[in-house]
Structure formats: C-alpha cells, structure tokens
C-alpha cells in the first residue's frame, strides 16, 4: 500500500471537509495520522491488516485508531524520525509525547538555569538563573539575579534591578523560556534529525536522552553542525536539562517545573518601589493593527510579502515618531510583526527607505530554510530592494 492507498484511506474517515468525529482528542489522532503517511509507514503486513477492514467503515474508524493509539501507549519500533534515510527508532513516540506535553501547558512555574562555556579553555562565558510564572503566551512575570520581566498581552515592563529603572515596550513571546522550549520541540518534531540515545537519572528523575543534530547554512557552501542534547523526564515528556553546542560554546540548561502552584492574575503584577522611572517607548511610536493603517501611515510603498511560512498571520505594525534629526534612518522606516497561532513562531520585516532603495531587515527564529521562498518570492517581484536574514535572532 502506497502513500496514495493511505491518503484515500485517511479521506474516507473525513469525507469532503465534515469531519465524522467531534472530539479533539479523535480529530488530533486522525490529523497526525496523515502526517506520518508518507514517512512511517514501512510495515507492509500492518497496513494490509489496515486495508483489508476497508470493508466495513466502522471496523476501519476502530483499527486504525487502535493502531495509532498503540503507537502512543506503547513507543511501538516501527515509528521513528521522518528525517534523513527514513530510518524508523523508537525516538519518534519520545518526541510526539514531548509535544502534546507542551501543547497542553496552560498555566506552569518554570525556573531555569543556563550556564555558557568556551569549551576551549573551559571560561564560564554568562551564567543566569530566572523563575517564570506562565499564564498565557503574552501574559507571564520573569525574575532573574538583575531584571525582572512582566508582560501583559500587548506591552512589556522591563525593570533593572541595578539601576532602579524600567523600560515599557512591546511584548516578545519568545521572551518565555516556556514558548522557547515549546518551539525547540515543535522544530524537533517536524525538523529535527534526532535519535534516543539512551537513559539517565538526573537527581532522581529517569530521563529518556535524545540527540538533535542541526545543519547551520554559514554560506551557499558552508555548513555547520548543531547538535542539541535534551533530557526528557520519562514521566511528565518535559525537558529537564538541554545541552546544545554551537561552535565552541557549550549552553547547558537545567529546568525545574512546578506542577503544584496555582497561577493567578495577583502573580504577574511587577510589585516594584512605586517612586521606579519608567521610560515609555510607546510615547515614540505609532502602533498599527492592520496592514492597511500601517500602508498609510508609511511614507512610502510598503511592500507587504505574500509567500510567508504557512500558519503565519498579521499581528501589528509599528513605527517611529519622526525624529528632528533628517538623518535618522528611523524617520523612514516601518516594521511588521507576524506570529502563528500558538505564539512560537515569529517574523519581524523592517523596511527603510534609503534614496531609491527599500532595504529590508528579516528576524525570524525559523532556522530550516522557510523563509527562502519568501525572500525569492520578494526579489522576483521588486528590483529596488536589499534583503538581510538574520534567524534565529528573537530569543
């Protein structure tokens, strides 16, 4: 059975677009079925036994979602990584698990400590700790040894405990540690060449370990290699400790997750001396809630992309008030947010006008090429442009 005998299979369970079931724990099943059409199904004898209660609808409905039920249940061998030669390990179960995990986090606790090396001559380069209280992609209160971070939804309250002062801005997402991990594991998922390689207890915890390698575009010809290490709890599918060398820098981060602690509104409030400076960037921009306004404002033809990664939307726009100062390359530019739906992907797009030029500034934290048909898209369409890629630059 071909890839084209399990999708007519997948399109009888959901004939045109009414699906037969109405329970999202079902449709979740079904919809990741189809995604492991093409590369994990390798066992002929189980896809036979598959098709042959095509027969009967019903007797179909219950044995394949038997079938993937027991993938979940029971890390069945035969579903691996869909990367590379195809070749099926166990691992894939520890990743799938891994991202439902995460997917469910409504409220969470979360302290985190990172500790950079040079692995050269072994000198601690930054070491920090902070504590986060998570009540929603845009909603969460971050304390570390200098900084305490608070954002609301719309705007975010950085305070520096050494200077006493505060800075009211835009909120980043990817700020959280915990929409960070959340999108290191749906990159994993869909990306990452992983394997299991082995067990370990870490402070009395039983860990699954799996290795991620990463290849890292330097030039059309230059690659290197990334490889993460992360330690999965065997119980909860969270990272407990992420180990990830990059060059000659090793990053090793410990979490410690709080289960326990109910989160509320009172959590997120700064509690800071109320005689705090607080500088105000909203004062100095104009913010923007559809592409239209921002069109508008523009001074001159914003050019708006059109092949952008799929699930991607319009969050806002944003610009500077104009400076006195005519030089300030700020006075003519205008930035674009984009984010999907669950907040862990991000595309920032500033635009400036320079003489007859538009020059153009991506940050993204896509890091597996998916905004290459964007940008060929924008340079076979405008002739007056100079695009930069920066990515994974928004953490």
């Given amino acids: 059975m071909n890839s084209d005998d399990l999708n007519?299979?997948?399109?009888?369970?959901n004939i045109n677009s009414k699906s037969a079931f109405d329970d999202e724990e079902t449709i979740s099943l079904l919809k990741n079925l189809k995604d492991l059409k093409e590369a994990y199904y390798k066992d002929k004898?189980?896809?036979?036994?598959?098709?042959?209660?095509?027969?009967?609808?019903?007797?179909?409905?219950?044995?394949?979602?038997?079938?993937?039920?027991?993938?979940?249940?029971?890390?069945?061998?035969?579903?691996?990584?869909?990367?590379?030669?195809?070749?099926?390990?166990?691992?894939?179960n520890i990743v799938y698990a891994m991202q439902k995990a995460y997917d469910s986090v409504k409220t969470i606790v979360l302290d985190t400590s990172i500790v950079e090396t040079n692995i050269k001559n072994n000198k601690v380069i930054k070491k920090e700790s902070w504590k986060e209280i998570y009540a929603g992609p845009l909603s969460y209160r971050m304390e570390g040894c200098d900084q305490i971070l608070i954002a609301d939804g719309t705007k975010t309250l950085n305070y520096d405990k050494k200077s006493k002062k505060g800075v009211l801005k835009w909120t980043n997402p990817l700020a959280s540690p915990v929409l960070e991990l959340k999108s290191q594991v749906d990159d994993i998922y869909k990306y990452g060449n992983y394997k299991l390689v082995g067990s370990e207890n870490l402070d009395g915890i039983d860990t699954n370990v799996i290795k991620v390698e990463t290849e890292i575009k330097k030039s059309k010809v230059k690659?290197?290699?990334?490889?993460?290490?992360?330690?999965?709890?065997?119980?909860?599918?969270?990272?407990?400790?992420?180990?990830?060398?990059?060059?000659?820098?090793?990053?090793?981060?410990?979490?410690?997750?709080?289960?326990?602690?109910?989160?509320?509104?009172?959590?997120?409030?700064?509690?800071?001396?109320?005689?705090v400076y607080v500088y105000n960037t909203f004062d100095n921009m104009y913010i923007f809630n559809s592409i239209e306004d921002a069109k508008k404002a523009s001074d001159f033809d914003l050019i708006i992309p059109d092949k952008l990664p799929t699930g991607l939307k319009f969050f806002n726009a944003w610009k500077y008030k104009k400076d006195p100062n005519p030089s300030n390359p700020y006075n003519h530019s205008i930035q674009l947010c984009y984010y999907n739906e669950d907040y862990t992907k991000v595309v920032y797009i500033e635009e400036f006008k320079k003489g007859d030029k538009i020059?153009?500034?991506?940050?993204?934290?896509?890091?597996?090429?998916?905004?290459?048909?964007?940008?060929?898209?924008?340079?076979?369409?405008?002739?007056?442009?100079?695009?930069?890629?920066?990515?994974?630059?928004v953490y």
Avoid at 8 to 13: G, N, R
Avoid at 58 to 85: E, H, R, V, W
Avoid at 242 to 254: A, C, Q, S, W, Y
Avoid at 375 to 388: C, G, H, M, V, W
Wanted: hydrophobic share 35%.
């Fill in 8 to 13: 007519k299979l997948i399109d009888e369970l």
């Fill in 45 to 92: 004898d189980v896809i036979k036994s598959i098709k042959a209660k095509k027969k009967r609808k019903s007797s179909l409905i219950a044995a394949t979602l038997i079938f993937f039920t027991s993938i979940q249940l029971f890390n069945l061998p035969f579903i691996g990584t869909k990367i590379g030669d195809g070749t099926l390990t166990p691992s894939y």
């Fill in 223 to 275: 690659v290197r290699i990334k490889t993460d290490t992360y330690w999965i709890d065997k119980k909860t599918n969270f990272i407990v400790k992420h180990e990830e060398l990059n060059g000659d820098v090793k990053r090793i981060v410990t979490y410690n997750i709080d289960f326990n602690t109910l989160v509320n509104k009172d959590d997120l409030k700064p509690n800071l001396p109320e005689d």
């Fill in 359 to 393: 020059l153009i500034k991506i940050s993204t934290n896509f890091v597996h090429g998916e905004l290459k048909p964007t940008i060929d898209d924008l340079k076979s369409k405008y002739r007056n442009i100079d695009i930069t890629l920066s990515e994974s630059s």
